[in-house]
């Protein structure tokens, strides 16, 4: 329930949810002012027997007091003091439709001190262990929180992360006094594929190939100075150049897996695609957020020994051609 003011939201925005009784509960009140939210009130939740969790905005973000969040099945309480996360926080789960709270952290001046932090990315969840200030320990469990999947230790020289049997999933090694230049070895099926450096967000060498899914895979930095990765079987190949832009420095979880750091569903793709021995490609595709948008996709049929593609205009798809032999794909191409 909201009230406006001259097409604004203005005054209290009151949310209720239904018991099973089918009697209301008022969960969330927020107040607005000339259409920006400047308080919010947790009825169902509190920080203390008594007191129910509290905030205050400024300029529409977390500013002071308690807050409510709750994301991929995590939820947290939050505190504020003048726009920085200070004291304790709280951290959990959601099972089953329960809350589990796996622990709480401390902030100070805005950065975690001492306590467990959990992040979700890449379908998994991470339960950082702070002391002091410092990362000491990270679990990596799956999605529903329930089976630790990998280990990280910290040293000063660098980080290592590897499964719970003891297996390498990757080794990053510090370069600096400041931790934020470093080399990584990548490993593959737990043999190593090959190494990156970075410094703070930018890759600045990478030297990376395996085989995977019957194609060779190589990852580079081309001539131009672009991160490459190219794909290659015995009739054509695929040249990708992924236009990932982070604004902050890289962390120890995106380089669990090349796919993760390189071919990421927030990132943007440029691919083109050539048939073996041919120095131009055939077809180009831009791709957003994972997915194609512009341009042609083109595969081959080991079984079938043919090749087929499909077109895409702003995001659909509007041909799909199957079975083509190479002199049908380059006729057909070239007659777009």
Not at 95 to 101: H, N, V, W
Not at 181 to 203: C, H, P, Q, R, S
Not at 312 to 332: F, I, M, P, T
Request: glycine share 6%; with cysteine.
């Amino acid at each position: 329930i909201s009230t406006y003011k001259n097409g604004l939201k203005d005054g209290l925005e009151k949310q209720y949810d239904i018991n099973d009784d089918l009697t209301e509960v008022l969960i969330n009140t927020k107040t607005h002012k000339v259409g920006k939210l400047v308080n919010e009130i947790w009825h169902t939740y509190k920080v203390s027997d008594t007191q129910n969790i509290q905030g205050s905005y400024k300029n529409e973000k977390p500013y002071n007091g308690s807050f409510y969040t709750i994301e991929n099945d995590t939820f947290k309480v939050l505190h504020f003091q003048e726009g920085l996360k200070d004291g304790k926080q709280y951290s959990g789960y959601v099972k089953e439709l329960s809350f589990i709270k796996t622990d709480s952290i401390i902030y100070k001046s805005g950065r975690p001190f001492q306590g467990i932090k959990i992040t979700n990315k890449y379908n998994l969840k991470f339960l950082q262990q702070y002391e002091n200030g410092e990362t000491v320990k990270t679990e990596i469990l799956n999605s529903y929180g329930d089976e630790v999947k990998a280990i990280v230790t910290y040293s000063d020289t660098g980080i290592v992360t590897k499964t719970t049997s003891g297996k390498i999933i990757n080794e990053l090694i510090y370069l600096n006094k400041t931790k934020d230049k470093a080399k990584v070895i990548l490993y593959k099926d737990f043999k190593k594929a090959g190494t990156l450096e970075y410094n703070k967000n930018k890759i600045t060498k990478i030297d990376i190939s395996f085989k995977e899914a019957g194609l060779d895979l190589k990852y580079y930095i081309d001539k131009q100075g672009k991160v490459t990765i190219e794909a290659k079987n015995i009739k054509y190949s695929i040249i990708v150049h992924p236009k990932f832009e982070t604004g902050e420095n890289f962390d120890f979880i995106d380089f669990l897996t090349t796919e993760n750091l390189f071919m990421n569903k927030h990132f943007d793709v440029e691919a083109y695609f050539y048939l073996n021995k041919m120095k131009e490609p055939i077809a180009h595709c831009a791709i957003k957020k994972g997915k194609p948008y512009n341009g042609i996709i083109i595969r081959y049929s080991e079984n079938k020994k043919t090749y087929r593609y499909k077109e895409y205009k702003e995001g659909k798809r509007v041909k799909k051609v199957r079975d083509l032999s190479k002199k049908q794909l380059l006729k057909a191409l070239q007659d777009k």
